[in-house]
């Protein structure tokens, strides 16, 4: 074997670039690996060298004197003569801007420098295999056309052939009106047994005879315009159909366009269409099933950690409430144990205004008049902060309604400000993020009926996840909440809660209220806050919730909730 002239035949390269470096270094890798090379250092010596022989490939590039890559690159694409033949870029250019304006200009592929020689000759080889396989795939397709043209002028030896095939076969002959040129119908040329028995006909009763339109009349007529359409058009058609006879059945067709007329190949699917429709109707049940699992499955895990939660906060609000009621309650009294202390205290001073040094010197050491004045001081901030407790708690226990499980009348109100005075440390301005307004704009509403727990639920929810999605983008200075409530008509109520963060895109707001769907970043959110928001509105109170949104403007989300059930 003569392995020299395998490699001449490797193909032929034009290098254009103003360096000679990058030339030799190029040239010289190419031609070892056994490809014809050409160098030149200018685009204007690239245009006539390429006119005297065509190269296979051309690798060029952008920076040159006189005439850019990008230049040369268009003036051969502008050229039919040459607009095929593959241009690579090889340039110190790394910029997205140059490679997009190298691709504009026609080029197939761009490398940069500085290049790995095995990289330069992957993607050279890549070229070289597609320009192969076209030539290969321009030669079926002539060998494909001549062979139809001898299937068409041999349909009579053909026909002896198709008579074995399972699979129906006819070919037809337009046949047109002598003055429009129009198609009026199509003569049956030739047509094997199986589509005669279809059609409950013979092969003598279809050959030569216009069948077509008539046929098509009891299957579908509008088949027939679309058989015109490949012969007018060329376009093939693919499609199947139900045919209806003594024995019912689905076929599916092929046609292609034969010279003055088309060839069709029928095929019975029947067994096909039924496995076809019984799989559907199982990926359906499928479906179904997957859907109501995962509805199960995300109502259990919300039951179990609610109930816990409820469990918890009523059980921390209760064992904090003693305590705290044990204080508040004894403050009071001490606050008058130590004021008339401080009196006994200011009697002796103006009874024995000059007690002995040892008691002179103990007033010095405690600092008495202060300790007087802050004494009260203290009491009081103590009362503050067990006022402040007690509240907390309050909002707790209205917030889980351990003790209120039932479907009772509440002040809906009443549970939003207990959600707000859960989320208060939220709401602050912290070092990250500056705090959030809060605007409440509150209608004069009627006691509802209603799970107070749940709803607050829904509210907690909503609420954490506009705080989220201000953190994430706040459109404005600062972050602003809006909760406003509204009658609807003398049975409904709207309670809107609005938001100036990221907001919610169109595509993804069909989306929102589905089950383990989250637009939080891994390991932030379960998807299961919003579905249950859905699940309690719709489901428990008979209302609706939905959100208005874009992304970038904020988000609100809208309860309709009936004000008795």
Known sequence: ??????????????????????????????????????????????????????????????????????????????????????????????????????????????????????????????????????????????????????????????ASVLNSSLDGIAAMQAVRNTETGEIEDFRCLVVNPVIARAFKSSREEMIGKLVLKKLLTNIDPKLFNCFVNIVETGKSLEQDFYYESEKSCWLHFAAVKLGDGFSVTIRDITARKQAEFELQQQAKNLELTLRELKRTQAQLIQSEKMSSIGNLVAGVAHEINNPVNFIHANLIPATEYFKDLLYLVKLYQQHFPDPPIQIKVEIEAINLDFMQEDLLKLLNSMQLGTDRIQRIVLSLRNFSHHDEAEYKRVDIHQGIDSTLMLLQNRLKGTAEHPEIIVIKDYAQLPRIQCYSGQLNQVFMNLLDNAIDSIYTLCIGAQGQIKIKTMFVNKNQILIKISDNGVGVSEELQSQLFDPFFTTKPVGKGTGLGLFICHKIVVEQHGGNLYCNSNFGKGAEFVVEIPIAK
Request: charge should be negative; include cysteine.
């Open 1 to 158: 074997m003569n392995l020299n002239s395998q490699i001449e035949n490797k193909g032929n390269i034009l290098i254009v670039d103003d360096l000679l470096e990058n030339l030799q270094l190029l040239s010289e890798a190419l031609l070892k690996l056994g490809y014809t090379v050409r160098s030149v250092t200018s685009g204007r010596m690239a245009l006539k060298t390429v006119k005297v022989k065509r190269p296979d490939v051309i690798l060029l590039d952008v920076k040159m004197p006189e005439m850019d890559g990008y230049q040369v690159c268009r003036t051969l694409k502008a050229d039919a003569d040459f607009s095929h033949i593959p241009v690579i870029f090889i340039s110190a250019l790394d910029d997205v801007f140059d490679k997009v304006t190298a691709f504009n200009s026609g080029a197939i592929d761009y490398i940069t420098k500085p290049f790995q020689i095995e990289e330069v000759v992957a993607r050279l080889e890549n070229q070289l295999t597609i320009q192969r396989q076209q030539q290969l795939l321009e030669q079926e397709n002539i060998k494909r056309r001549e062979a139809e043209e001898v299937l068409y002028q041999s349909r009579a030896l053909l």
